[in-house]
C-alpha cells in the first residue's frame, strides 16, 4: 500500500466522522438554544408590547415607559437593547438612554425573522403594534437587539455534553491511530533513523511502499556518498600533495636566480627536491662531447652516483647502467616507471631504487627552450609505488624546462666570459684578464715578456705556424711557473706574454723565477 493512499484513506475516514458527529451536534444545539431563545425573547417583546399599550391607552403616563423598558431589558439578558417609536421614524424611548430622540439609524427586519438568526454578533428586529388614544388608533414600533454574546454563550453551555462525548470519542480514535502510526510509520521511521545513524547500506521492506523506497535510496545513497567521500578524500590529499610540490617547485625557481654557475644551481635544485617526502635519490647530467656529467647529485650511499661522473653513451655497459636516464635524453621525452621494487634489473639505476626503497623514477630531458634538442636530463626517484601523479608530472616536466634554461643560460654565460677572458691560440688568460687583476692591490710586480724576431717566423713559415710556436712556447711558460706559484701568467697581443707577481712574493723569488729560463 501507498503512504499517500493510507494517509488519504484515514484522513478521508476520519474527517468523515467528524464532519457527521459535528454537524449533528451543530444542528441539535442551533435548534435547542435558538428555539429557546427566540421563544423567550418572542414572550418578553409580546408583554412588553402589551404593557406599553396599556401605559398608552390609560392615563397618559408616557414617562413609565422608560421603566417598562429598563425592566424587560434586566428580565431578559438576551436583549441588549430594546426601544420605542412613536413615529417609526425617531426612538422616543430606549433602555440605551442614549439613544433617546435620536432617528432611527439601524436597519432593522421583522421580528419574525428571529427563528432565521444567522451568526453576526447584534442582529436588528422591529415589532408593530397599534394603540387607542381615545377613538383614535395609532401604530408604533418596538425595535429590538439580540445579544449574540449571550445567545452563544448559553449555545456553548447547552452543547457541552456533546462536545464531552466528541472528545472522549476523539481520545479513542487518536489512540487507534497512534497505535496505527507508531507501527505502520513510526517504527519504521525508527529503523530508517537508526540506518541514517550507522551509515548502513542494508535495505529493509516495510508494509508501506514508501519506506521501502526510502530505506533502499538511503542504502543506496550512503554507498555513493561513501565512493564520493573516498574519492573527495583522494583528491583532497592529492591537492595537499600537489600544494606540497608547487611549493618545492617554488623554492627550486628561487635558486634559478640566486645561484651563481651551473654546478651550484645543479647542487642546490637536486637537494631540494630530495628533501620532499616522497622523492629520493635526485640528479642532474649534462652532455657535452658525446659524455653525460653528473653536475648535481644528492647523497647516493652505495657509490654509484656521484658529481663529477662522467657517463660515456658509446660504452655500452654505462648505457645500461643508467639506461632510463639516457632514454629520456636519446628520445626527448619524458620516462616515467613504476613498481621498481617488482623489477629485477642488475642495472645500476635499479640497484638504487632497491637501496633507498623507491618505488617510482622519473627522467625529465633539459632543454634551453621547449621543442629543441635536450642537452641534460633531470632524474628522480619517487617513495610511492604506483608512479607520478599526471599533474606532478605535468609539474616536474615545467620545472624540468625552467632548470634547462636557467642551465643553458649559465652554460652560454661562461662560454662568452671564457671567451673574452682567455686567449683563442695559446687558451692562456689574455689581457682583458690582466686588467682585471691589475684592480687587485696586492700585486708586487708586473713583467712583459716577447718573442725576438717572431714576426720573421710568421713570414717565412705563415701564421698557422706562428700561432703554433705561440701555443707551444705558452704551454712552455706555464709548466715553468709551476715552481712559481705565485706568478700568474697572460698573453697579451701578438707575441707579448705578461707575469703578474703577488704580493706576498719576495723579490728573490722573482729572481729565482727569471733563473729558470737559463736552464
Given at each position: 500500500m501507498k503512504i499517500h493512499q493510507l494517509i488519504i484513506g484515514s484522513v478521508i475516514v476520519f474527517l468523515s466522522i467528524v464532519g457527521v458527529l459535528s454537524g449533528l451536534f451543530y444542528t441539535y444545539e442551533r435548534e435547542a438554544v435558538l428555539g429557546y431563545m427566540t421563544s423567550g425573547?418572542?414572550?418578553?417583546?409580546?408583554?412588553?408590547?402589551?404593557?406599553?399599550k396599556g401605559i398608552l391607552e390609560g392615563n397618559g403616563e408616557a414617562y413609565r415607559l422608560q421603566a417598562v423598558l429598563d425592566r424587560a431589558s434586566a428580565i431578559d439578558p438576551a436583549i441588549h437593547e430594546i426601544s420605542i417609536s412613536l413615529d417609526g421614524t425617531t426612538i422616543n424611548y430606549s433602555?440605551?438612554?442614549?439613544?433617546?430622540?435620536?432617528?432611527?439609524s439601524k436597519k432593522y427586519v421583522p421580528l419574525i425573522e428571529i427563528r432565521k438568526m444567522t451568526d453576526k454578533k447584534i442582529e436588528y428586529y422591529?415589532?408593530?403594534?397599534?394603540?387607542?388614544?381615545?377613538?383614535?388608533?395609532?401604530?408604533?414600533?418596538?425595535?429590538l437587539d439580540v445579544d449574540y454574546d449571550y445567545v452563544y454563550?448559553?449555545?456553548?453551555?447547552?452543547?457541552l455534553m456533546f462536545g464531552?462525548?466528541?472528545?472522549?470519542?476523539m481520545i479513542l480514535m487518536t489512540l487507534f491511530v497512534l497505535i496505527a502510526v507508531k507501527r505502520l510509520i513510526l517504527y519504521p521511521l525508527k529503523r530508517i533513523a537508526v540506518m541514517v545513524k550507522n551509515k548502513d547500506q542494508e535495505k529493509d521492506h516495510y508494509f508501506i511502499d514508501e519506506f521501502s523506497g526510502l530505506s533502499e535510496t538511503i542504502a543506496d545513497t550512503f554507498h555513493t556518498m561513501g565512493a564520493q567521500q573516498k574519492r573527495l578524500q583522494e583528491l583532497l590529499n592529492e591537492s595537499r600533495y600537489l600544494d606540497r610540490i608547487l611549493r618545492t617547485v617554488a623554492d627550486v625557481n628561487g635558486y634559478l636566480i640566486s645561484s651563481q654557475n651551473v654546478n651550484e644551481l645543479s647542487q642546490k635544485c637536486c637537494e631540494r627536491l630530495s628533501v620532499h617526502t616522497q622523492y629520493g635519490i635526485c640528479w642532474i647530467g649534462i652532455i657535452e662531447n658525446n659524455e653525460m656529467m653528473v653536475v648535481g647529485c644528492t647523497d647516493e650511499p652505495s657509490g654509484l652516483l656521484y658529481t663529477g661522473l662522467k657517463i660515456h653513451?658509446?660504452?655500452?655497459?654505462?648505457?645500461?647502467?643508467?639506461?632510463?636516464?639516457?632514454?629520456?635524453?636519446?628520445?626527448?621525452?619524458?620516462?616515467?616507471?613504476?613498481?621498481?621494487?617488482?623489477?629485477?634489473s642488475l642495472a645500476a639505476w635499479s640497484f638504487i631504487a632497491h637501496e633507498e626503497n623507491d618505488g617510482s623514477f622519473i627522467g625529465l630531458p633539459l632543454r634551453?627552450?621547449?621543442?629543441?634538442?635536450?642537452?641534460?636530463?633531470?632524474?628522480?626517484?619517487?617513495?610511492?609505488?604506483?608512479?607520478?601523479l599526471p599533474k606532478e608530472a605535468q609539474m616536474l616536466e615545467e620545472l624540468a624546462g625552467d632548470i634547462g634554461f636557467a642551465i643553458h643560460a649559465y652554460i652560454q654565460r661562461d662560454q662568452l666570459t671564457h671567451h673574452l677572458q682567455v686567449d683563442v691560440v695559446t687558451g692562456l688568460a689574455n689581457r682583458m684578464s690582466l686588467i682585471d687583476a691589475l684592480a687587485d692591490q696586492n700585486i708586487r710586480g708586473l713583467a712583459i715578456l716577447n718573442i725576438d724576431r717572431f714576426s720573421d717566423i710568421n713570414d717565412v713559415y705563415g701564421v698557422a705556424i706562428g700561432d703554433e710556436v705561440l701555443a707551444g712556447y705558452g704551454h712552455?711558460?706555464?709548466?715553468?711557473?709551476?715552481?712559481?706559484?705565485?706568478?700568474?701568467?697572460?698573453?697579451?697581443?701578438?707575441?707579448?706574454?705578461?707575469?703578474?707577481?703577488?704580493?706576498?712574493?719576495?723579490?728573490?723569488?722573482?729572481?729565482?723565477?727569471?733563473?729558470v729560463f737559463d736552464r
Open positions: 425573547i418572542e414572550q418578553s417583546v409580546f408583554r412588553l408590547e402589551e404593557d406599553t433602555s440605551q438612554r442614549s439613544q433617546a430622540n435620536k432617528p432611527m422591529e415589532s408593530e403594534f397599534g394603540y387607542f388614544d381615545g377613538e383614535v388608533e395609532h401604530h408604533a414600533k418596538l425595535f454563550g448559553q449555545l456553548e453551555r447547552l452543547g464531552v462525548g466528541l472528545f472522549f470519542f653513451l658509446n660504452n655500452s655497459e654505462e648505457l645500461f647502467a643508467y639506461a632510463p636516464s639516457i632514454q629520456a635524453y636519446e628520445e626527448n621525452s619524458v620516462v616515467a616507471m613504476s613498481h621498481l621494487e617488482k623489477n629485477e634551453a627552450r621547449k621543442g629543441e634538442k635536450p642537452f641534460g636530463v633531470l632524474s628522480l626517484y619517487g617513495s610511492m609505488s604506483d608512479g607520478f712552455w711558460l706555464a709548466k715553468k711557473l709551476g715552481k712559481a706559484p705565485n706568478v700568474r701568467l697572460y698573453k697579451l697581443g701578438s707575441d707579448e706574454y705578461a707575469l703578474l707577481f703577488d704580493e706576498n712574493e719576495e723579490a728573490e723569488n722573482s729572481i729565482a723565477f727569471f733563473g
